[in-house]
């Protein structure tokens, strides 16, 4: 019979700590899913793949061993593909992610989650016994995320490494498993819509078991940046970057035409031609750059077109306060000033229009909507 709920359970010498997670996943798992339990051991020296393979006599465990092979991610990526469950989890060896909470994952999938995420971030959750140090690292690297990959923004704990998702979020996907954090490669890459984060308390640690180091921060960042072009946000922003130069092309254009053409005065031209440009790059951020994020309707649009004016008002006072208050009290040449409230002026445009003219929540092709509605429901 087909499981359930493949759990892929990678492990770097985790022979003292296999059999306990073993059996507490029994324990809990037995009653409630049909389940396997797939390690995935890197040919471990102190022989966890032996430890696992002596379990599997007992318990639904089955062992993959990688040889000349190492990475967390990777490891994990292998797991997938070795499932045949229809959800597909994600915990640790050691314990620190508790086999007790899998079926409230479970549920929240089955009650219409594509992912179910463990999170140390959700009120109720916590992590147990961590430095100050390694805290600040984590919410440093959680920030970081939030900053840099839209997909990530709602997820409380976009880092976790304890989680459950649909096989049909990664199906014909291919994820890009380097580092420790194949979560962010789900949430970027996956077509996951419905995202629940469920609170639990990661389990203490004694100092220096984590193979957790200064090079797997190095490699996080650098994971960062190569899935920065794989979710929205960038490209959004050079779309809107793109249809800004087309205004300025559409103002320099009409005013020029206007006034050596149609013979009118200049300024009245610039007002013509300000307005034009204004139009113009509406249009084209609501037919182009935010496309999948409008709400139907002419009474939507025109409010959208308002909200669109206010933010570019607001723009203009701060390119102009900018503009004014480094050339008049820092002394800083006046095109150059301009320069820095244009680029000033552009980032709150964007991010104004990304979050207000275009709300990301009250769509339906929102990628990830945290399952609230669902939370109350399977809650009660
Ligand atoms: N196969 C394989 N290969 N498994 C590995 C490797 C590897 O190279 N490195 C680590 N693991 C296994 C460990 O045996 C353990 O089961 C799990 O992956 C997590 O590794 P730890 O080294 O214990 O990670 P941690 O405790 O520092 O990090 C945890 O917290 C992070 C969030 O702060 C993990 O849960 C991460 O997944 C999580 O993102
Ligand atoms: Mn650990």
Redesign the pocket.
Known sequence: MTPELSLI??????AD?IEALVSRVHETLASCCRYELIV???D?PDG?AEAARYLSSQYPVKVIV?RG????A???A?GFGHAHGDVLG?????L??PPEKIPDLLRYIRNGADVAIGS?YEPGGG?EKWTWQ?QLV?RV?RSLAHLLLPSSKKVS?P????FLLRRKVIQGIELNPTG????LEVLVRGKARQVACIPYT?RG?EAG????GIR?QVNYLRHLLRLLPADGGVRRFIKFCLVGSSGVLVNMGLLWLLTEVAGLFYLASAAIAIGASIINNFVLNDSWTFRDRRTPGMAARLMRFLKFNLVSAVGIGINMGILWSCTELLGVYYLLSNLFGIGAAMLWNFTANASWTWKPGSVTSSRHRIAQKLSTRVGA
């Open positions: 359970v990678p492990t770097y010498n985790e700590n995935v051991d890197d471990s966890t990688r092979e190492r990475g967390l990777s490891a994990i292998e994600v915990m640790d060896a050691d620190k992610h140390r992590t390694r984590s690297a704990d880092l976790s490494g304890f420790y954090k194949i979560l990661f640690r078991d984590s193979k957790y797997e």
